[in-house]
């Protein structure tokens, strides 16, 4: 089975922090998201990566950066904690080939910053 | 360009039928459907790729139009086991950046006794 870890479940931050957020993936993907989820606003796309070193703004990066320096991980950056980015944040391993695109997320990580 | 879905929620008694729309006004690469489970990551359910494609099974198929603009989500004789948030995502192409993945806001269904 593909396993998709995320580092934390629930994650408690002050504003101005450096926030880390990790996501490992088993599965030799070369694809890789991240979202942020929040009631009634469904999935938002913050960044993806394509390839090692390789990434591109989602829907809503300002406040985010990200780094993908081996294939199997990719992490988020909020550099400067916001109590705005507060939320639930997904991590996908997406495969995909020519017929078929699947992504396998991780179980989530709730952050809260105060 | 992120799908657009309707409608956002359903209320169904067991055994009933739902449907599940998503739009774009620009023709898509592709329509996936996901469902996420109360405190669950979401997981796939199927991919459409052709204009005119259906798929799945009896119970959950979907269709994807010849204009490739608008997917539909079918479930029929619903099950409690059915409640969730589902999500229509859309890809721009294959190959590189052109498998960023995006997701409209979801629909919420739930299925009571």
């Known amino acids: 089975d593909v396993k998709v870890t995320q580092s934390s479940r629930y994650l408690v931050k002050r504003t101005g922090e450096k926030v880390f957020l990790e996501c490992v993936q088993d599965m030799d993907h070369e694809n890789m998201f991240w979202y942020r989820q929040d009631p009634g606003l469904g999935l938002r796309l913050i960044y993806f990566?394509?390839?090692?070193?390789?990434?591109e703004k989602g829907d809503i990066p300002e406040g985010y950066s990200v780094s993908r320096e081996k294939k199997e991980r990719f992490s988020l950056i909020l550099e400067s904690a916001s109590t705005n980015q507060t939320s639930m944040y997904l991590c996908?391993?997406?495969?995909?080939?020519?017929?078929?695109?699947?992504?396998?997320f991780g179980q989530g990580t709730r952050l809260t910053v105060v | 360009q992120q799908p657009v879905q309707s409608p956002q929620a359903v209320i169904l008694r067991e055994g009933e039928d739902a449907v599940i729309n998503c739009s774009s006004s620009k023709a898509l690469y592709s329509v996936h459907w996901y469902r996420q489970k109360h405190g669950e990551a979401p997981v796939f359910l199927m991919i459409?790729?052709?204009?005119?494609e259906q798929k799945g099974h009896e119970k959950i198929s979907a269709s994807f139009n010849e204009k490739k603009q608008q997917s539909s989500l079918y479930l029929t004789a619903s099950q409690l086991s059915y409640s969730g948030t589902y999500f229509c995502?859309?890809?721009?192409?294959?190959?590189?950046?052109?498998?960023?993945?995006?997701f409209g806001k979801g629909t919420l269904l739930t299925v009571n006794p």
């Open positions: 996908a391993s997406v495969y995909s080939d020519l017929m078929n695109t699947e992504a396998f």
């Open positions: 995502g859309s890809s721009r192409g294959s190959g590189g950046s052109n498998y960023k993945l995006t």
């Open positions: 459409l790729l052709k204009g005119g």
């Open positions: 990566s394509y390839d090692v070193k390789m990434k």
